[in-house]
């Protein structure tokens, strides 16, 4: 079907620009009656909800209701047609901008339309996995990313679908990526890409980050927010290498600079992670129950498999941005949260962040994060409003990162045990209390 035809049929005119650039090539390379004789069947429907371990055994009707609605209406077959193609065979760079939200022409049933899409992911994901010889539970369980999708819908919305925001990365887990779930978390071989170097001091194996020139701190040494007016006192980091030393300024465990200056003489300390090595980088897929038990096998497991199954380049550490990992976390839940315990095992980094970015994972809010309207149901989405209330700071965001040979070693909260690391000149951080 022509694009012009299928936005005016369903009201998506302003959509255009978006589409235009792939549409055609999608049409001829899966025709909307082959993806519908493929993925759009009762049986297809029921053998991927069955897959994908949602919260039934057999899909509720709704789901084959909407593959038929589908089947009998052209240009909505056509966009199914156009996702499937786009999110999981077509080229994936450069990524879709956006989707119609189809409003107009599906009402509340929009998320319905793109849950049946996106349960293309699962034999998508199965065929790729066995092309790349893979186990059976890696495949299982990087299938059921749909079902969280499709919790959070519930939660959020309380019926049956998928928030259009959540489908663009769907691509990120098809070829050439190499991105699976192992255990209670998602991982990608991935670059690391934080304006930080990690030292280890030969005697002792001390851990000292230091921040790269372009990091901006606040007076306390967190990243400045990136949409908001840099603070009064505002600094930047010293990073210089010279024939016998790094100088730089060092991140505490705790994910903050101290704005100080030390020395790592390149005979004593060697640099273990910067910029452009290869490492994992962690996703955290929703449904709680993120013990720090369940997080570090995950971890242990995931560096194991990939080291194995991919060992070139091989990867020295795990790495993941996240609203989670916030060095707020340990102000706003109580030291026995899963949350919390978790990241007295990691070493925190300061890094570039909007101001409450990340909450929409908490919140679902649609139009960004408002804490006048923000749901207070759960204990997790109380205490942040609560602290965010108490405070009146906004959320920030930081990464995390452990070294791979650390792995064995996090629950005795090795990064925090070591500060402030001996010889350097360095004070206890104001947060070591919490060990
Ligand atoms: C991060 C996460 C896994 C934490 O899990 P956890 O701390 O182990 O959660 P628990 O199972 O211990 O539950 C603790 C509380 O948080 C609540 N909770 C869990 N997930 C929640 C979520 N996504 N949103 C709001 N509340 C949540 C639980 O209902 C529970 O509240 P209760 O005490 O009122 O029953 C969880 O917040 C989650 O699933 N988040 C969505 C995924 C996400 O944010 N990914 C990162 C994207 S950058």
């Known amino acids: 079907m022509n694009l012009d035809e299928m936005l005016c049929t369903l009201g998506e005119a302003e959509m255009r620009d978006a589409l235009a650039p792939f549409w055609d090539e999608a049409q001829r390379d899966c025709p909307p009656a082959a993806y519908a004789a493929r993925f759009l069947t009762p049986e297809a429907i029921a053998e991927s909800w069955r897959t994908g371990r949602f919260f039934t055994p057999d899909p509720p009707a709704e789901l084959p209701g909407m593959a038929r609605r589908i089947r009998g209406t052209p240009a909505l ?17 450069p990524g879709q901008a956006g989707w119609p939200t189809l409003e107009s022409f599906l009402g509340e049933d929009a998320g319905l339309f793109y849950l049946v899409v996106a349960l293309g992911f699962i034999p998508s994901i199965q065929a790729y ?4 010889g893979l186990p059976s539970s890696v495949m299982e369980g990087t299938g059921l990313q749909i079902a969280r999708y499709c919790d959070n819908y519930r939660r959020g919305r309380g019926r049956l679908g998928i928030y259009i925001n959540q489908m663009s990365w769907l691509a990120c887990y098809m070829p050439p990526s190499l991105y699976f779930r192992i255990g209670r978390f998602e991982y990608r071989k991935y670059l690391f890409c934080y304006p930080v170097r990690v030292f280890r001091r030969h005697s002792d194996h001390t851990t000292v ?13 967190d990243h400045c927010l990136t949409d908001m007016p840099e603070p009064e006192g505002s600094w930047r980091p010293v990073f210089e290498v010279t024939e016998q030393a790094t100088r730089g300024t060092p991140i505490t465990p705790w994910g903050r600079a101290v704005r100080q200056v030390v020395e790592l003489p390149h005979d004593e300390w060697e640099c273990v992670l910067k ?98 309207t923000a749901r207070r149901d759960t204990s997790l989405q109380r205490a942040i409003l ?44 104001p947060s070591q209390e919490r060990l």
């Not at 070591?418 to 350097?424: F, I, T």
């Open 77 to 93: 077959l056509a966009l199914a047609a156009y996702a499937h193609w786009r999110l999981f065979e077509g080229p994936r760079k």
């Open 129 to 132: 996995h066995r092309r790349l």
């Open 209 to 221: 980050t230091l921040a790269m020139n372009d990091l901006h701190f606040t007076p306390e040494g």
């Open 275 to 372: 910029p452009g090595d290869p490492i994992l980088d962690m996703h955290i897929p929703s449904g709680g129950q993120m013990t720090p038990e369940a997080a570090e096998s995950s971890m242990r497991e995931a560096y194991h498999f990939f080291n194995t199954h991919f060992p070139k380049p091989h990867v020295r550490a795990i790495a993941s941005y996240s609203w989670i990992f916030s060095n707020q976390i340990e102000e706003c839940l109580p030291p026995e949260a899963n949350l919390a315990q978790l990241q007295r095992r990691l070493h925190l980094l300061p890094c570039a962040s909007q101001a409450n970015s990340g909450l929409w994972f908490v919140f679902l809010q649609d139009g960004g994060f408002d804490p006048a």
């Open 386 to 429: 609560d602290y965010l209330s108490r405070t009146g700071r906004p959320w920030q965001v930081n990464t995390m990162f452990v070294l791979g040979e650390d792995l064995e070693h996090l629950e005795a909260g090795i990064y925090r045990r070591q500060w402030p690391p001996s010889g350097l000149g360095l004070e206890a951080a």
